[in-house]
């Protein structure tokens, strides 16, 4: 058994900064389930998105949000994320966390944003930010980093969440965590699809330990599709919005653009828009892919701006300073997620959800590029605000403990059926609860998944690993996705639906909630 003052699971953007923080005011231990720069954030190419150019303000970044949100975000948390950012990313700077200047901070604009704004570190934003993150961990000896151990379920007394069961996977035992405040920062879950750029930590875990506890989970049904994934690259190598941003276009097999023939802002409109119609143009010409065109932006341009792209794209035979590089869309970001109010409470007292893990309504049906990584940041420091004179009153009373699943077997070996059953689940999303959607296809999907869910229940009855787990996580997940998605009869976002293709303000600008008793409901 251990104790904590804070317990944080994930380590991305969200969940070191929050520690970093915190760590001011009490001991922190986090823990994740790979080395600890395994992560979405480590991955992420563009930036952050902020207010540092004198012809831009946040009331046109709040519209920018609002818009690429297609109705549905939460205004007061679109303007807390905004006003904060250009704060919290000073901060980075004062860590040491080098973003491209030329007097001032260089700015990128990108797909919906109405000005330059998005900061970054050459087109590895992510990996610098990550690493600045990690070696200041490193050094801080309040803080203690546990790679290779997984929350297995969380600890919930009376609605109170007291710790974590977790797994230590390299030496197959479980530990029990106790702490003052537990926070969920454990990303998305883009590893439930076929086709994904996120990596293999996106397994849904932190969304899924929150279900199981009884959390609710809100606007499930809104999975973001990025439009440009390097086509046969596994995990799909993303091509970063801001190549379109900065001109590049999208041509079909014919060398015909396209987008401007569906949506007035053509390359550059929303990601759903975009992915949709992408897909459609594929299904037209009968074609597995599209081409991203960025050829006239010039080769020594690209070499110097996206060094790590043309890097990539060139491992895959595609050198996108001389010809147009074949793409296709990826799932990419949850919008929904655990519920939390503005300050990352959840309805589970004690238990706290911070970055894509979590669901304010900051990002309503579909996200603004570039504003995740500053959510994390921003509604971080804004929990360390809210938890950093509680957590004194708080205690780890021993008497109040239960027991947790510490009496669980572990399988040291993986079995086969679990990575088969994982590869069918992923199929299926794909396949009937993906971009396009229809209630036939969601309808079978859903008996699909209830009969993985069961085949699920029978491994887990033998014992749990990583791979176990991770399975369970991910059918949870993709369950409450569907059913979401099934409940919701309007396109909105990144929920497109052919039965209801238009968007139904009157009837559905509202939120989805679900949690684990199954009931699915919808609020204002």
Same mark, same amino acid.
């Given at each position: 058994?251990?104790?904590?003052?804070?317990?944080?699971? %994930?380590? /991305?953007?969200?969940?070191?900064?929050?520690? !970093?923080?915190?760590?001011?005011?009490?001991?922190?231990?986090?823990?994740?389930?790979?080395?600890?720069?395994?992560?979405?954030?480590?991955?992420?190419? /563009?930036?952050?998105?902020?207010?540092?150019?004198?012809?831009?303000?946040?009331?046109?970044?709040?519209?920018?949000?609002?818009? #690429?949100?297609?109705?549905?975000?939460?205004?007061?948390?679109?303007?807390?994320? @905004?006003?904060?950012?250009?704060?919290?990313?000073?901060?980075?700077?004062?860590? %040491?966390?080098?973003?491209?200047?030329?007097?001032?901070?260089?700015?990128?604009?990108?797909?919906?944003?109405?000005?330059?704004?998005?900061?970054?570190?050459?087109?590895?934003?992510?990996?610098?930010?990550?690493?600045?993150? $990690?070696?200041?961990?490193?050094?801080?000896?309040?803080?203690?980093?546990?790679?290779?151990?997984?929350?297995?379920?969380?600890?919930?007394?009376?609605?109170?969440?007291?710790?974590?069961?977790?797994?230590?996977?390299?030496?197959?035992?479980?530990? &029990?965590?106790?702490?003052?405040?537990?926070?969920?920062?454990?990303?998305?879950?883009?590893?439930?699809? #076929?086709?994904?750029?996120?990596?293999?930590?996106?397994?849904?875990?932190?969304?899924?330990?929150?279900?199981?506890?009884?959390?609710?989970?809100?606007?499930?049904?809104?999975?973001?599709?990025?439009?440009?994934?390097?086509?046969?690259?596994?995990?799909?190598?993303?091509?970063?919005?801001?190549?379109? /941003?900065?001109?590049?276009?999208?041509?079909?097999?014919?060398?015909?653009?396209?987008?401007?023939?569906?949506?007035?802002?053509?390359?550059?409109?929303?990601?759903?828009?975009?992915?949709?119609?992408?897909?459609?143009?594929?299904?037209?010409?009968?074609?597995?892919?599209?081409?991203?065109?960025?050829?006239?932006?010039?080769?020594?341009? !690209?070499?110097?701006?996206?060094?790590?792209?043309?890097?990539?794209? +060139?491992?895959?035979?595609?050198?996108?300073?001389?010809?147009?590089?074949?793409?296709?869309?990826? #799932?990419?970001?949850?919008?929904? %997620? $655990?519920?939390?109010?503005?300050?990352?409470?959840?309805?589970?007292?004690?238990?706290?959800?911070?970055?894509?893990?979590?669901?304010? %309504?900051?990002?309503?049906?579909?996200?603004?590029?570039?504003?995740?990584?500053?959510?994390?940041?921003?509604?971080?420091?804004?929990?360390?605000?809210?938890?950093?004179?509680?957590?004194?009153?708080?205690?780890?009373?021993?008497?109040?403990?239960?027991?947790?699943?510490?009496?669980?077997?572990?399988?040291?070996?993986?079995?086969?059926?679990?990575?088969?059953?994982?590869?069918?689940?992923?199929?299926?999303?794909?396949?009937?609860?993906?971009?396009?959607?229809?209630?036939?296809? +969601?309808?079978?999907?859903?008996?699909?998944?209830?009969? @993985?869910?069961?085949?699920?229940?029978?491994?887990?009855?033998?014992?749990?690993?990583?791979?176990?787990?991770? !399975?369970?996580?991910?059918?949870? $997940?993709?369950?409450?996705?569907?059913?979401? #998605?099934?409940?919701?009869?309007?396109?909105?976002?990144?929920?497109?639906? &052919?039965?209801?293709?238009?968007?139904?303000?009157?009837?559905?600008?509202?939120?989805?909630?679900?949690?684990?008793?199954?009931?699915?409901?919808?609020?204002?």
């Amino acid at each position: 058994m251990k104790k904590t003052d804070f317990l944080v699971i %994930g380590s /991305g953007i969200a969940g070191l900064s929050f520690a !970093l923080k915190a760590s001011k005011f009490g001991d922190v231990t986090i823990i994740t389930k790979d080395w600890v720069q395994e992560s979405n954030t480590f991955f992420a190419q /563009g930036g952050l998105a902020a207010v540092f150019s004198k012809d831009d303000s946040f009331e046109l970044h709040v519209r920018d949000t609002l818009r #690429a949100g297609d109705g549905l975000c939460n205004k007061k948390a679109a303007e807390i994320l @905004i006003k904060n950012a250009p704060k919290e990313i000073k901060w980075l700077e004062k860590i %040491g966390v080098r973003f491209d200047r030329n007097g001032r901070l260089s700015l990128s604009k990108e797909a919906v944003h109405s000005k330059a704004r998005i900061v970054h570190s050459g087109d590895i934003t992510g990996r610098e930010v990550e690493n600045v993150l $990690v070696k200041n961990i490193g050094k801080n000896k309040r803080i203690r980093l546990y790679q290779n151990h997984m929350a297995v379920d969380l600890i919930v007394e009376k609605n109170r969440c007291l710790g974590a069961c977790v797994l230590d996977i390299k030496n197959n035992k479980l530990i &029990d965590v106790f702490a003052k405040g537990i926070v969920l920062a454990t990303g998305g879950i883009g590893r439930i699809y #076929a086709n994904t750029c996120n990596h293999g930590i996106a397994t849904g875990d932190g969304i899924a330990a929150a279900y199981l506890a009884g959390a609710e989970l809100q606007d499930m049904e809104f999975m973001q599709f990025h439009p440009t994934g390097l086509y046969k690259s596994d995990p799909t190598f993303l091509i970063s919005e801001t190549l379109r /941003g900065e001109g590049g276009v999208l041509k079909n097999k014919y060398g015909k653009r396209f987008m401007p023939g569906y949506h007035r802002d053509g390359d550059v409109a929303p990601r759903d828009v975009v992915s949709k119609f992408s897909l459609i143009e594929m299904r037209k010409t009968k074609s597995n892919c599209v081409w991203l065109d960025v050829t006239s932006l010039g080769s020594a341009y !690209l070499k110097k701006r996206f060094p790590n792209i043309r890097k990539e794209c +060139l491992v895959y035979g595609a050198d996108l300073a001389k010809e147009p590089i074949p793409v296709a869309p990826t #799932a990419h970001y949850i919008c929904g %997620g $655990v519920r939390t109010n503005l300050n990352g409470e959840t309805s589970i007292k004690n238990l706290y959800a911070i970055g894509e893990v979590s669901c304010s %309504g900051l990002h309503g049906a579909d996200r603004l590029a570039s504003n995740s990584l500053t959510d994390g940041l921003v509604f971080g420091t804004r929990l360390v605000n809210k938890l950093k004179k509680s957590i004194k009153k708080e205690k780890i009373n021993i008497k109040e403990i239960i027991k947790s699943k510490n009496q669980l077997k572990i399988i040291k070996k993986s079995i086969k059926k679990t990575k088969s059953l994982k590869n069918k689940l992923k199929e299926l999303m794909w396949d009937k609860v993906g971009i396009i959607r229809n209630k036939k296809g +969601l309808s079978s999907a859903l008996k699909d998944i209830k009969k @993985i869910e069961k085949e699920t229940g029978r491994i887990l009855n033998d014992g749990i690993n990583k791979e176990i787990l991770e !399975l369970r996580n991910m059918v949870i $997940v993709s369950k409450t996705i569907t059913m979401s #998605a099934l409940g919701r009869k309007e396109s909105r976002g990144t929920h497109f639906i &052919d039965e209801y293709p238009i968007r139904n303000d009157r009837s559905w600008q509202k939120h989805s909630l679900i949690k684990k008793s199954g009931i699915l409901k919808f609020f204002k």
